[in-house]
């Protein structure tokens, strides 16, 4: 693969989950990382569609876009054109909300829509908003320990409303909407899940997901993998040492660069236990 954009992005702090959740871009040349979060990464994402566009060429968007990101030096806007992002994720959470789920599920759509590449590294929790990021990164090079568990669930309102449907029922105007909108959310969860594995029969994962939603008190439509199962139906790997895997992906002056981030540092030795 061609030399390409590197962007670190952990999500670890249950105080820091959202869009403005902390991003590290790796300078191809300088290898300076420049800190960023995921609603300017998104935006970055935007652009470099746009300038890739060979058709339909809108120059004033382009502008609108650059002046936003305070982007100056012309080599940048290059970068962005020629280079194919390559997404790194080191995901230690539970929580988050729908907006940020939603941003992750698109930031890795664009990502390898773009010819990109995803790398995710799973620490003990990858839950809610970070175990949407974990399920629908590229399914090739997900890893994850022995004591990782992932899960996804409705959110707070929803789960709320099918916790008291009884309740609601007579005094919600939009009950039925509503009902709906949540039949389709928990089709989406379970299609969610079933598509990160990379097994031709996925029968018996289809069973363990029909058997955690039709337990009556899983109001949440929670559906929980733990390490044995991420490796039983092929959605992740064992990785024991996340040093060694990232030695394996990044040369040496990108790996001392990203060992520099603070925040990938702290969640390689604090998520995992490693033998470097």
Do not use: W
Not at 99 to 110: A, G, K, M, Q, T
Not at 155 to 172: A, G, P, Q, W
Not at 220 to 232: A, P, R, V, W, Y
């Amino acid at each position: 693969m061609q030399e390409s954009l590197k962007v670190h992005v952990v999500i670890q702090d249950p105080d820091n989950l959202g869009p403005k959740a902390q991003c590290f871009i790796q300078h191809p040349n300088s290898k300076q990382n420049q800190t960023t979060n995921l609603e300017q990464l998104y935006t970055l994402l935007t652009l470099q569609d746009l300038i890739r566009d060979q058709i339909n060429t809108n120059r004033r968007l382009i502008n609108q876009l650059i002046n936003k990101l305070g982007i100056q030096n012309p080599s940048s806007i290059a970068t962005l054109k020629t280079k194919p992002l390559e997404l790194f994720y080191y995901l230690d959470a539970d929580g988050g909300d729908q907006s940020l789920s939603d941003s992750l599920i698109s930031i890795n759509e664009r990502v390898l829509q773009n010819s990109g590449r995803i790398h995710t590294f799973a620490g003990p929790k990858a839950c809610g908003s970070a175990g949407f990021g974990f399920l629908t990164s590229q399914a090739t090079s997900r890893y994850h320990t022995l004591e990782t568990i992932t899960g996804i669930s409705l959110n707070m309102l929803e789960t709320y409303f099918v916790s008291h449907t009884d309740e609601l029922e007579s005094d919600f105007t939009l009950f039925d909407q509503m009902g709906s909108l949540i039949r389709r959310k928990i089709t989406k969860l379970k299609d969610t899940v079933i598509n990160s594995s990379q097994l031709q029969n996925k029968s018996e994962l289809i069973n363990v997901i029909e058997t955690q939603l039709s337990d009556p008190q899983n109001h949440s439509s929670t559906i929980i993998l733990d390490s044995n199962q991420l490796i039983e139906y092929n959605i992740s790997t064992l990785s024991l040492n996340y040093y060694e895997q990232l030695n394996q992906i990044l040369q040496m002056s990108e790996l001392e660069a990203t060992i520099c981030i603070q925040q990938v540092y702290d969640f390689l030795n604090e998520s995992i236990i490693t033998t470097h």
